[in-house]
């Protein structure tokens, strides 16, 4: 029996990758991975990264290039696919494995040009997804079954859901936002700065809902949060 987070969980192999819980029988060996690669972004203007258990960090640099370095280490019993490409005009990574991972860390760091894009998409089947300062989209998109997301990027529009894990979201307003964010198990917490008026709707069937924004002046935000079980705090 292994209990992770206050749950649960019983088998004669629990997997765990990254704090958390994947299922089936560890018939693997572990690897340790050290892959870095760079690919020009002068005329990307969509990022798309598909990852399906690592761990992913976003960050923003001066450079032109796009880098994404994937490492850590894991049991795995398959193959590791890790392709960094430009398909029209959009930035495609893609991290994913063919077989079972168990219990290890693995972590997906990429660093993209600061500036604005027109969509950033994000998507993992068990992973947290941290998207820092300096990144920069006109709409940003994140889902993952089983992971958290946390973002301080400079967006317009975000949508975000999860089934299991929290939402965090710092916005720093340079216009009008509008933010769709669900959950099923988890918080949702969103700061909202330069934003004057929110026109708020919210919903949680287990949890509390607290909204202490004091916006004066500022931007409009129009903000759609819903979580089954747990709390939603808007500052």
């Known amino acids: 029996m292994v209990i992770i987070n206050g749950r649960v969980f019983t088998g004669n192999n629990v997997t765990i990758v990254n704090g958390r819980v994947i299922g089936g029988n560890e018939t693997g060996k572990f690897q340790q991975f050290d892959e870095r690669k760079v690919v020009d972004c002068s005329n990307v203007d969509k990022i798309t990264i598909d990852s399906t258990v690592c761990d992913v960090n976003v960050s923003a640099s001066n450079s032109s290039k796009a880098e994404a370095h994937f490492y850590g280490g894991a049991t795995v019993?398959?193959?590791?696919n890790f392709d960094v490409r430009v398909v029209n005009r959009e930035l495609m990574i893609t991290l994913r494995l063919t077989g079972n991972c168990y219990s290890g860390n693995l972590i997906l760091d990429v660093t993209i040009p600061q500036r604005t894009f027109k969509?950033?998409?994000?998507?993992?089947?068990?992973?947290?997804?941290?998207?820092?300062?300096g990144v920069a989209t006109d709409y940003l998109k994140v889902k993952t079954k089983s992971g958290d997301l946390e973002t301080n990027a400079t967006v317009g529009n975000v949508s975000v859901s999860t089934m299991s894990g929290d939402i965090d979201l710092y916005i720093d307003a340079v216009q009008d936002v509008s933010v769709e964010a669900s959950?099923?198990?988890?918080?949702v917490s969103a700061e909202l700065n330069n934003?004057?008026?929110?026109?708020l709707s919210t919903s949680s069937m287990s949890g509390d809902v607290r909204n202490r924004h004091r916006g004066n002046r500022g931007f409009t935000a129009d903000v759609d949060i819903s979580t089954m079980s747990g709390d939603i705090k808007i500052r």
């Open 195 to 199: 934003i004057g008026r929110i026109n």
């Open 119 to 133: 969509v950033i998409t994000a998507k993992s089947l068990s992973a947290d997804i941290t998207l820092n300062a």
């Open 77 to 80: 019993d398959g193959d590791v």
């Open 183 to 187: 959950t099923m198990s988890g918080d």
